[in-house]
């Protein structure tokens, strides 16, 4: 995605989040972790760029990104996870105190040998990746949406994309359930 914004703090609120065209939104993140390191990927395209530096947690401890005033709305969040060595740190991960999603790095979930990699590991039982995803999500009554990481060997978390989901339109559902027949009727119409 363009326009990311670069927080380079362990600790604190940022200011105003831009979207993804650039503009400015109401939303803030506020970031507790332990400190800043960096995985060495180095900064030769966009993705290592963003994999490069990560912010870092404590042994045993919990490292929280808290996106605030957030709209209402179905949201995807993305948490790109690459620490410095792929020595099988394992951290857990919740939004919003919900599902848990495991994640483990290993050379199986080198960058870039193997591209981006999704964990999906759940009940401690930790997957290869260098992401993990969480899909229809919403804030909460305040307008948050909380991040929590916990790790065996520090968590951590190099990037985090909070991504609106277009509500469907009232006809999309009905379409679907119709299968090829509605489908070519669309087309029908269409022309």
């Known amino acids: 995605a363009a326009n ?8 604190g609120t940022s200011g105003f989040l831009n979207d ?8 803030t993140i506020s970031v507790t972790g332990a400190g800043l390191w960096g995985s060495g990927v180095g900064t030769g395209d966009a993705n290592s760029k963003m994999l490069n530096g990560y912010v870092d947690g404590t042994d045993n401890g919990t490292n ?22 792929l020595d099988g740190r394992s951290s857990a991960y919740t939004v919003n105190g919900g599902s848990e999603i495991d994640l483990m790095s290993d050379g199986n979930a080198s ?5 981006f990699v999704r ?27 909380v991040l929590s990481g916990t ?9 985090i994309q909070l991504v609106s989901v277009p509500a469907p339109e009232p006809t999309t559902g009905v379409l679907l359930g119709l299968g090829m027949v509605g489908l070519i009727c669309v087309a029908r119409r269409r022309i």
Not at 20 to 27: C, E, K, L, Q, Y
Not at 125 to 143: A, H, K, L, R
């Open 4 to 11: 990311w914004n670069n927080y380079g703090s362990n600790t």
């Open 20 to 27: 993804s065209t650039g503009a400015a939104t109401g939303v």
């Open 64 to 85: 929280t990104w808290t996106f605030h005033n957030v709209p209402a709305g179905i949201y995807t969040l993305i948490s790109y996870a690459y620490p410095d060595s």
């Open 111 to 115: 960058y870039p040998n193997f591209g």
């Open 119 to 145: 964990a999906t590991g759940t009940g401690g039982n930790y997957t290869s990746g260098n992401y993990i995803e969480f899909d229809n999500i919403s804030p909460d009554v305040n307008g948050d949406i």
């Open 151 to 159: 790790g065996v060997f520090r968590n951590y978390s190099n990037g």
